[in-house]
């Protein structure tokens, strides 16, 4: 079956260290992979786009990989900063159609 | 831009009754999508519309649910009746579709908060 997965912890760390998310998926050869953020009470806010033929795609203290061979992408921030506390979606164009799945996300807390 | 609107934020309601939440997607948005949010599942897609049209409602749990979308501005998401294990946050998104495929990010609304008693 179709999977997504992300760390179901949380992670913890200090501010200015550089955080990395993992989003592992099977069954999919998505077209391309979407990054979110989403803070409590709010909807989902769109951050980054990769597509399958692309390795890494930056934005400012984002980086993102996708790698199609290990069915994975990571997420990083740099430089992180606690205004960067949130839960983080990855989201993949699968499953048949034009939609998007979402895995649970990870949050990250990043303390002073 | 206001954003995508969607109403009410809170609902809470008693088992057996019907439930109906709105959206208002960006104007000049021709997709919009209903998702549902718990602990448990995450993020769930429901359905989804091109053009008011529904293309997948593969996602909507039970034939308690039903959507429509009677024109590009507005969009609503039934219950009926409701029980206890709908209770989530129920998000509406809208997106700009061009081509058949589109790579564009999908903008959310704020949510709207049900719990069935």
């Known amino acids: 079956s179709q999977k997504i997965e992300q760390n179901s912890e949380a992670l913890n760390i200090q501010e200015g260290k550089t955080a990395t998310l993992t989003c592992n998926y099977t069954n999919y050869s998505p077209a391309y992979l979407q990054w979110y953020r989403q803070d409590p009470g709010r909807g989902p806010v769109f951050l980054l786009l990769?597509?399958?033929?692309?390795k890494e795609k930056r934005k400012e203290r984002l980086k993102v990989t996708f790698d199609t061979t290990l069915k994975q992408s990571l997420f990083h921030i740099t430089a992180s900063q606690p205004a960067d506390s949130a839960t983080y979606l990855c989201a993949l164009l699968g499953g048949g159609g034009n939609k998007l799945t979402f895995g649970t996300g990870t949050q990250l807390k990043v303390e002073l | 831009d206001a954003g995508v609107i969607q109403s009410p934020r809170h609902e809470v309601t008693e088992m057996g009754q019907e439930v109906t939440l709105r959206c208002k997607p960006i104007?000049?948005?021709?997709?919009l999508f209903w998702y549902r949010q718990t602990m448990m599942r995450g993020l769930e897609l429901l359905i989804y519309f091109n053009n008011n049209v529904p293309i997948d409602d593969s996602g909507m749990p039970e034939d308690r649910f039903s959507a429509k979308m009677p024109n590009a501005s507005f969009s609503t998401l039934k219950i009926q009746p409701s029980e206890p294990r709908d209770s989530a946050v129920y998000f509406c998104?809208?997106?700009?579709?061009?081509?058949?495929?589109?790579?564009?990010?999908?903008?959310f609304g704020p949510g709207t908060r049900l719990t069935v008693l």
């Open positions: 990769i597509r399958e033929n692309e």
């Open positions: 104007s000049g948005h021709n997709s």
């Open positions: 998104a809208s997106r700009i579709r061009q081509g058949v495929e589109s790579y564009n990010e999908q903008f």
